[in-house]
Structures are given as C-alpha cells and as structure tokens.
C-alpha cells in the first residue's frame, strides 16, 4: 500500500492543496511556501499526537470553520492490505481514501467504504443501546433481510457486518467513521500496513536512538532483533526465582504464621464458630524490566553518547539508520510498506555527502520491491533528477490580499509531449531528456524564471547586462547553452 494523493484544508499556510506522489517526490519552492507543511501534515495524519498537538493556530487564517482535514488516498493495495482493511478495501477497489479531522478541538478519522445504507443509518446512533434498538426496528420493519435476533450491540455489528460481505451488489460507497477501526490516533490496523516516518530538520538524532517503538533506532531494533529466546531464558529465571521465593516462605514465615492463624482463630471464635483465620505468605514476583538498548559512538579511545555528537554526524547516522530500517524490513514479507518523509537532507552534509544521500535515498526505493516511497522537501539540486521530471512539485504562492494561498505546479509525460507538439518530434523528447546539458535544470528547477541562450556569447551579454542594470547575477544560471 502506497500514498498516492494527498488532499490538505486549512492546515497552516495551506488553505487547500492536492499533491500527488510517486516513489519518489520532491517538494520544492522558496523558503516559507509550504514545503514542510505538507510533510507535517502527513506526520499528523499517521502519527497523531507525535505528529504535534494541533491548536487553533494551526487554522488557515481564511478558514471559514475551525476545521483542519487531511485525506490521503492510498493505491497499490496487495492481498495482505485487503485483508486487513476489511470492507475498506475489497476486491475490485483499487485505492481507499481515508481522512484525518480536526474541528474545535475533536481529532476523528474517517474512511471510505462500501456498506449498506440502512445498517449506515444505525452506526450514526449516539450510543449501543440506541444502536442495538434501531438494529432490532430495521430487522422487525424488513424481514427479508434474515437478520437474527441479537442481545448486543457488538453481535449487531458483527451480523450486519457479515450480512454485507455476503450481498456486495447491494453495497454503496460511504463516508465509514473508523477511529476505532484504526485504533487511537490513528494508529492499530493502519500503522500495521504503512509505516511513516518524519524527520524534521530540526530533529536530533539523539531523540531517534531511544529504544521505543516511535523512534528510527526502536524501528530498527523490533526487526533486526529477535527477543523471544531471551525472554524465555527471563521467564524461566523468573520461575526459578518464584520457586526459591516460595520455600523461603514456608521454611520462615510457615511456622510463625501458623501459630498466628491458630490465635485469631481462638479470638475469632469468641463471637463467631465454624470459620477459621488463616494467614499466608504471599511471594511477590518483581516486575520484569524490559531490556533496554542504548546506541553510542567510539570515537578512538572515547565512548561518548549521541548528543555529544556534532550536527552533521548526527544527520549521517539518521541517514544509515533509515537505511538499514529499509534493509532490515524485508522479513515482514512485504506486509508493511515504509514511507520515508525528510526535511531539507542536505542539512549539515557537505557537497559529496550530500550527493551520497540522495543516491541512498533513490537506491531504497529501487531496491524494496515497491515497498517504499521517499518523499523531501529540498532547497538543494542535488536531489533532483531532470529526467525524472515528473516526480517534482513545485510549489509557490499567489498573492490574495490578505491570504496568501499556496498552489502546485507539476508535469507529466504526456503534458510534456502536449506542450512541444508541433515543435520537438515526439520520439526525441525521451532521449533529449537524458543529455548532458539538461542536468543542468535541476538549479534551473528553483529559479522563478529560465533564460535559454545559444552559446557562451549569449550568456556573457545577457550577465554583463544585467551588471550593468544593477541586477545581482549571482542567483543567474543560464542552462542549455550550447554551441550554435
């Protein structure tokens, strides 16, 4: 399973953007556009509170209502995904839309899926006793249904439930509210198919080599290491030790308490007869600690935490942790898909390294079955490949008074070809596209404007008068030239 569109209302500067996404997508624009946004936004839908607690201010100032709604649309559902969504996701959908609210405060999930309008009606109920009351009306009102009788609302649920996997035709596309089908914020069956992870440029590396579930290293840990053979090492060790607690007891504590139990006895039996007191021991097992694994760095001589790390090691060894985490998940048998969401990768990395990691975050992508998708917000040309043109999105605002919206440009294949038609043969769109010379658009990518000149003359006129208007040229990058 796979993101394939993201749709956002009213989530901080962005008052309402659609964004597709392929394998691979790359967000860029000028700083404060809405980059990021995009990529917190997805971090909120499948993280929850991890993802920020939202607030008013997180409300598009032009909203016209206190809602913020995130829908992501996911595509490529295998066998195993289908399985799990249930009626979410049956045979013959191809995608499953599901979106995260928040209005004045409620947090809801909700998702698309196909259910019988009647049985629709009664989930809407406010409580199960209401729910469980109009179940047993639509069954007495329509007997053709063959519903049977039931004494709960969870068995009405799981009646009408199966009664809808048996008629399919007559099932129609609703809006299904599914917070506690997906599990508390968001989490449950959902976190089980997709695993998303975001790492914000302001993230240390240090808060991601914790041993939890929520950080890279905790990831990285639950699929590498295998824990069952030392818990059952732990537990018989616990039993022993219970064993050893237990004859303690009874060779101390057995004698002095049997005299006690037979005194209170004898007291007791002063103002009542037939019961006896007895006391017991009463052997305590401790609370098994779960073994914990710290991740540290020798440096020669040193063994030094993370934290004492300088910025751009601790970027490197996010970077090799998601590696691996992408290496280390094939076992699951391609049950979960990984979705890798990065701010600005070229933070803290010099120019080769920078080159290194957009290598590594392509190479996941080729390398894990279509189970993964990499998406980052950028400002570096680095990671942008002119012939895969179609993974960009640019984004930019358009100035509306008072707010500012934020909008998307993109370009497919075909648009392409639609846009030289008549110009440049078709057969050759393909091939010009992997020349030398249009690497050089990845910088032009960020520029508002590209000038297109035929030769070194060209480009030493167009700069020398732009000098000479008083025009800084050091943001100029004349591309295609070539000689003429």
Not at 217 to 241: M, N, W, Y
């Amino acid at each position: 399973m796979k993101i394939k569109r993201v749709r956002i209302e009213n989530f901080c500067c962005l008052r309402s953007l659609d964004v597709s996404f392929d394998s691979i997508t790359s967000l860029i624009g000028p700083t404060g556009v809405g980059k990021s946004t995009v990529l917190r936004a997805l971090d909120w839908f499948f993280n929850g509170e991890k993802g920020g607690i939202l607030s008013e201010e997180d409300v598009h100032s032009a909203a016209e209502t206190q809602r913020i709604r995130v829908e992501v649309e996911f595509d490529g559902l295998t066998d195993s995904d289908r399985a799990a969504l249930g009626h979410y996701a049956p045979k013959g959908v191809e995608s499953l839309s599901i979106w995260r609210t928040w209005e004045n405060g409620e947090d809801r999930i909700t998702g698309k899926a196909l259910a019988y309008p009647p049985f629709e009606q009664i989930r809407q109920g406010t409580g199960s006793r209401e729910r469980t009351s109009a179940y047993k009306a639509l069954r007495d009102s329509d007997p053709a249904l063959g519903l049977p009788a039931v004494r709960s609302w969870d068995n009405a649920e799981a009646e009408m439930r199966s009664w809808e996997a048996a008629h399919r035709d007559r099932l129609t596309e609703a809006e299904v509210e599914g917070t506690h089908f997906f599990g508390f914020a968001g989490q449950g069956v959902l976190g089980k198919l997709i695993d998303f992870v975001f790492i914000s440029a302001d993230l240390r590396a240090y808060e991601e080599t914790d041993d939890n579930k929520a950080s890279v290293v905790g990831r990285i840990l639950e699929h590498a290491v295998d824990r069952s053979e030392a818990e059952a090492q732990f537990t018989a060790i616990d039993e022993d030790a219970q064993a050893a607690r237990e004859k303690v007891h009874k060779e101390i504590y057995e004698p002095v308490l049997a005299r006690l139990s037979g005194a209170l006895s004898a007291e007791v039996g002063r103002f009542t007869t037939g019961r006896d007191v007895v006391v017991t021991p009463t052997a305590q097992v401790p609370k098994r600690a779960k073994t914990a694994f710290a991740v540290s760095i020798r440096d020669g001589a040193a063994l030094t935490p993370v934290r004492r790390q300088g910025h751009g090691f601790q970027r490197a060894l996010i970077i090799a942790a998601l590696r691996y985490l992408s290496e280390c998940r094939r076992p699951e048998n391609g049950t979960r898909s990984l979705c890798l969401a990065v701010e600005e990768p070229e933070l803290f990395q010099h120019p080769a390294q920078t080159r290194v990691f957009a290598q590594v975050l392509r190479s996941l992508v080729a390398s894990a079955e279509d189970q993964t998708q990499v998406m980052y917000a950028t400002h570096s040309p680095v990671f942008i490949d002119p012939s895969d043109y179609q993974q960009v999105r640019r984004l930019y605002r358009v100035n509306g008074g008072e707010h500012p919206e934020v909008r998307l440009r993109a370009l497919t294949e075909t648009e392409l070809r639609q846009s030289l038609d008549g110009r440049v043969p078709e057969r050759s769109i393909a091939r010009r596209g992997a020349t030398r010379y249009v690497k050089e658009l990845a910088e032009a990518l960020f520029a508002d404007v590209a000038v297109l000149v035929e030769g070194a003359t060209d480009e030493s006129i167009l700069l020398a008068f732009a000098e000479r208007q008083g025009f800084s040229t050091e943001a100029l990058l004349p591309i295609g030239t070539r000689t003429g």
